[in-house]
T-cell receptor, first 114, second 114 residues
Framework: EAQVTQNPRYLITVTGKKLTVTCSQN?????MSWYRQDPGLGLRQIYYSMNVEVTDKGDVPEGYKVSRKEKRNFPLILESPSPNQTSLYFCASSFSRGSADTQYFGPGTRLTVL | GDSVTQMEGPVTLSEEAFLTINCTYT??????LFWYVQYPGEGLQLLLKATKADDKGSNKGFEATYRKETTSFHLEKGSVQVSDSAVYFCALSDKGGGSYIPTFGRGTSLIVHP
């Protein structure tokens, strides 16, 4: 089944404790991205990657890191989480960076930083 | 920069009522337009899309027409069901921009009562 998977689905942590949210897709998509969803703000893109070893900042990259060592994986790293990073995070992928391409979203990771 | 504005919710309807969710956009290039739907506890999934002016996207009884003259992409359904209760996101992807960052509206919650 074609899908985007994220782990963990739920995470409660404390300020400053490094964490990684994994994202994997099995559709051989070139383009992957991370979003955060906050009430009243909709989805905002954090980082995106157009291919292996190619990443770039989205609208809200501060406090986050990403890497793209393999085509299928695109982990999101919070090296020193803070309470304002409490949010619902989505990974997404698409075949290419073409403007008409559909994005496929993972199920989401709900992160709480205490 | 590019932006998407959609009507605030929640929109509350009775089953079999007619639905309209308004969406307008600003873009520097020639965007593709999308409606995504997010069911409770899930990630976003594509509902429909249109890639050029006057195109109509349709799926599951939902329709939206790309209106370049009014920069709009309103979502409609003739008869809603309880199972349509979800959050709906209007989005654009702009070919003309220097960087590829899809832009999402803030989402409109739809609640359908039996």
């Amino acid at each position: 089944e074609a899908q985007v998977t994220q782990n963990p689905r739920y995470l409660i942590t404390v300020t400053g404790k490094k964490l990684t949210v994994t994202c994997s897709q099995n559709m051989n998509h070139e383009y992957m991205s991370w979003y955060r969803q906050d009430p009243g703000l909709g989805l905002r893109q954090i980082y995106y990657s157009m291919n292996v070893e190619v990443t770039d900042k989205g609208d809200v990259p501060e406090g986050y890191k990403v890497s793209r060592k393999e085509k299928r994986n695109f982990p999101l790293i919070l090296e020193s989480p803070s309470p304002n990073q409490t949010s619902l995070y989505f990974c997404a992928s698409s075949f290419s960076r073409g403007s008409a391409d559909t994005q496929y979203f993972g199920p989401g990771t709900r992160l709480t930083v205490l | 920069g590019d932006s998407v504005t959609q009507m605030e919710g929640p929109v509350t309807l009775s089953e079999e009522a007619f639905l309209t969710i308004n969406c307008t956009y600003t873009a520097t290039g020639y965007p593709s337009l999308f409606w995504y739907v997010q069911y409770p506890g899930e990630g976003l999934q594509l509902l429909l899309k249109a890639t050029k002016a006057d195109d109509k996207g349709s799926n599951k009884g939902f329709e939206a027409t790309y209106r370049k003259e009014t920069t709009s992409f309103h979502l409609e359904k003739g008869s809603v069901q309880v199972s349509d209760s979800a959050v709906y996101f209007c989005a654009l992807s702009d070919k003309g921009g220097g960087s590829y960052i899809p832009t999402f509206g803030r989402g409109t919650s739809l609640i359908v009562h039996p």
